[in-house]
């Protein structure tokens, strides 16, 4: 039910490492600084419960699935892993997501949060990642977006915060981004702020379905050419 670096240690020339669907509770994944080919790792569908982050060495590693894992928390941040394109965190036990989990993520285009347990989103949690196209924070407890939250995701076309426990959108919660599609639906939303998505021009979809609006703000959008 554990993976030791030694085992993997000589696999100089692997690209990919795919050992999803097992009961693995531990892996060190300090192997990865001598794996220098390796792109992809696959450790969704185990039973881990905590992951190192931290090597002190830059990894060459592109995407990691972590889906399906019994993680609470991070132990330390992808500070080590700049080449990331793809995140896969669904369908853990996450709580929180502080400002230095995603820290100098330049390149991660996919981030994969959804089915967690996340209560709060810290103000710079996503700030640099201005590569990012898709944000899923689908099925959690988030309660509040936070004005800046998303103010550097400048790629970004599609979020999903289907299924948290959103009573309020605020004014400023989405502005000035290239989103397409903003998915809501499926909340406790009683009221939507004048301003609260704004400048977005290139968006096409808005899903609200499923709250509790009783009468939309006028001016709640503005400068929606699209």
């Known amino acids: 039910q554990s993976i030791s670096s030694l085992s993997l240690s000589n696999l100089i020339y692997l690209e990919e490492l795919r050992i999803h669907g097992n009961p693995i509770k531990s892996i060190d994944l300090s192997v990865l600084s001598q794996l220098s080919s390796l792109r992809v790792i696959d450790l969704s569908e185990n039973s881990l419960e905590s992951v190192n982050l931290s090597f002190g060495k830059k990894i060459n590693l592109r995407e990691i699935n972590l889906n399906q894992n019994n993680l609470i928390d991070l132990n330390g941040d992808f500070g080590d892993f700049p080449y990331l394109v793809n995140i896969d965190l669904g369908r853990n036990l996450i ?3 502080s400002s230095k989990t995603f820290v100098n993520l330049t390149n991660l285009e ?11 989103i810290e103000p710079d949690a996503f700030r640099g990642l201005t590569n990012l196209e898709k944000l ?3 099925k959690n407890e988030i309660k509040i977006i936070d004005a800046s939250l998303l103010s550097d995701l400048y790629s970004l076309n599609r979020i999903s915060l289907s299924g948290n426990v959103l009573t309020k959108i605020m004014k400023n919660s989405f502005v000035s981004l290239n989103i397409q599609e903003l998915e809501l639906n499926n909340q406790m939303i009683v009221s939507i702020e004048s301003g609260a998505i704004k400048n977005c021009q290139n ?10 609006l009783r009468r939309i703000t ?5 400068d929606l050419s699209n």
């Open 95 to 97: 709580e929180m997501i």
């Open 110 to 120: 996919c981030l994969n949060l959804e089915s967690n347990r996340i209560t709060r």
């Open 136 to 138: 899923n924070l689908f």
């Open 203 to 212: 968006l096409v979809r808005i899903d609200l379905n499923l709250n509790f």
């Open 218 to 222: 006028p001016g709640f959008t503005t």
